[in-house]
């Protein structure tokens, strides 16, 4: 099947899908049918939406010749139509304040693992979520728990009389109005779309009455979000003639092993449309490891092997908690670990933002590396002393008033010492303390960190002790996470574990499909070898190699 835009057929119908298979370059593809589409119908013309902002975000890298503007996640785009709104979740101070019974915390999203293993801060997030489900599935608002019913209410009459709104009313409120772009772009092109809900989807017919041609692109066995009321059936209906359609056939990520044990494995899946690619053509590795999520030693001491030797790693679980263990046994081996993907959460990213920061954003593991910048017996820049310093105490290293000179040196005078740097350090330190500071004597840092300073710092200082400084500054290459986070990601080889909560082992049971999906997509972010773990309990799934 030629490029969409080598195909006059599509003047008989106005709807295209693409399939692209893990790893076949989905994103160039669209890219190219992006330059093309803008070069035969104006640049103005083209809308393009993903699910995700990572989506979004990776197609606008690519420099793309249409309007920054018209480029976005689908709520992004409604948003930027009813821009006179504020968006409820983000100012719900007032909202908590009349009715603290029925707060909600404004807290983390729970896209990050399945729906029936959230754990909520408060009962107004489970109110919201459910009322997020029945919207995003199209359901009768009246068959909602009846206390939900009832938060709903309340939040409604806030909206209202505040002029907000949320995040699912971006997309009800834009499919309740005529096309919402100016211009009244021609084109339009969708990705990720087997994750769109109901209510996004009849979004994206409604808009397509107003357009041209649409193209749709995602990949139904990689549905992630179907507790959210995503749904393959979305991407896969209604029926359309095979010349609409293509398949990526060629996959440049997956090995052949690890191709063959993923497509048996999303097999599984009876009621799904064949859709057949090519690995890469080295074989690759698969094994199965005798460790699991609640005994992770050989698995840490993998990842730390495979790091050493330059490879990514992922380490993969259907659930957060999955990963406590994990994350407890890679700081005491001072193996460096993040998750890029979710930068937000903390506990993924221990060792904090690996970009550069807005001064009063420094992250512990920055504040040791400035302690450790310039030869041992040298003076530090002023702008690394101010950064390190901020985590020492006072009593028997500084001398008084140490931390206001500092600031005042950097505020007033930019740092300039005048070549006085001997009589400065002299004044602000103790002498023992400067003595052992100068020779950036890592032990001594750590006998004088303040007590609030302790526990975030004893991680990157183990990473220090026993990998070097270069550990450190390197970004980590061990990522670990949900399934869920990594969505469009890769690592050179994928640790995964195949346990499941208590809650997702019952849906499995009445349901395996999302479950199997969910596993698939952990197999295929490998690119050259995939290991399986041992189950941790009886609530597992079967991924045997």
């Known amino acids: 099947m030629n490029d969409i835009e080598h195909d006059e057929r599509l003047g008989e119908m106005n709807e295209y899908r693409v399939a692209g298979p893990p790893g076949t370059g989905k994103t160039t593809y669209l890219a190219r049918q992006i330059e093309a589409a803008a070069n035969k119908h104006g ?23 249409i309007p920054r503007e018209n480029i976005g996640t689908l709520h992004a785009l409604c948003y930027r139509y009813l821009k006179d709104y504020a968006i409820a979740e ?21 896209m990050d693992e399945m729906l029936v293993d959230a754990v909520y801060e408060t009962d107004g997030d489970g109110h919201l979520a459910t009322y997020n489900l029945w919207r995003s599935k199209c359901l009768p608002l009246e068959t909602m728990p009846k206390n939900t019913i009832a938060w709903v209410k309340k939040w409604e009459s806030w909206k209202h009389g505040n002029q907000m ?55 139904a066995d990689q549905t992630l979000y179907s507790f959210a009321g995503a749904s393959p059936e979305a991407f896969l209906n209604p029926p359309l003639l095979p010349q609409f359609k293509r398949v990526l056939r060629q996959s440049w990520r997956l090995p052949k092993k690890v191709h063959e044990l993923s497509q048996r494995w999303i097999k599984k899946i009876k009621n799904r ?23 992770p030693d050989e698995i840490v001491d993998l990842a730390g092997r495979l790091a050493s030797d330059g490879k990514s790693v992922m380490i993969l679980a259907s659930s957060g908690y999955l990963l406590n263990q994990t994350k407890v046994k890679l700081k005491e081996a001072g193996l460096p670990y993040w998750n890029p993907y979710r930068p937000a959460r903390g506990d993924w990213n221990p060792m904090g933002s690996f970009k550069r920061m807005a001064a009063g954003r420094i992250s512990t593991r920055e504040r040791i ?18 950064r390190w310093i901020e985590l020492i105490k006072i009593r028997g290293v500084l001398k008084k008033g140490a931390k206001d000179r500092i600031t005042w040196l950097l505020e007033d005078r930019k740092g300039f ?31 004088a960190l303040l007590s609030t300073k302790r526990n975030a710092a004893t991680y990157p200082l183990t990473v220090y002790k026993k990998h070097g400084r270069q550990a450190l500054e390197d970004k ?8 869920h986070s990594v969505k469009g990601g890769e690592a050179a080889a994928v640790i995964l574990y195949p346990d499941l909560s208590r809650a997702a082992m019952m849906e499995y049971q009445k349901d395996p499909d999302s479950v199997i999906r969910t596993f698939y997509v952990g197999m295929t972010r490998a690119r050259e070898s995939l290991y399986i773990c041992r189950n941790g309990s009886n609530m597992a799934v079967n991924l045997q190699v």
Do not use: C
Request: hydrophobic share 40%.
């Open 165 to 219: 709104i949320d995040f699912t009313d971006m997309i009800s409120i834009t499919l309740s109005m005529g096309n919402p772009f100016p211009g009244d772009p021609t084109v339009g092109i969708y990705d990720e779309v087997q994750d769109f809900d109901a209510l996004q989807m009849r979004l994206l017919r409604h808009w397509s009455q107003f357009q041209n041609h649409i193209i749709l692109a995602g990949d």
């Open 273 to 295: 449309e064949p859709q057949d690619f090519l690995p890469r053509e080295e074989e690759g590795h698969t094994a199965m490891l005798r460790g699991a999520y609640n005994a």
């Open 476 to 483: 980590p290459r061990i990522t670990i996470g949900t399934v």
């Open 90 to 110: 983000v100012n719900a101070e007032s909202f908590n304040e009349e009715h603290p019974q029925d707060a909600i915390s404004g807290g983390r999203s729970n």
């Open 417 to 447: 010492l005048g070549g006085n740097e001997a009589e400065f350090y002299a004044e602000i330190f103790e002498e023992f303390a400067l003595e052992r500071a100068m020779r950036r004597d890592v032990a001594w840092l750590q006998s």
């Open 369 to 386: 590396l400035s302690f450790l910048n310039n030869v041992a017996g040298d003076y530090w820049r002023v702008e690394d002393l101010a």
């Open 43 to 65: 640049a103005e013309n083209i809308i393009v939406a993903s699910y995700t902002k990572a989506a979004a975000t990776e197609l606008n890298r690519r420099e793309l010749p």
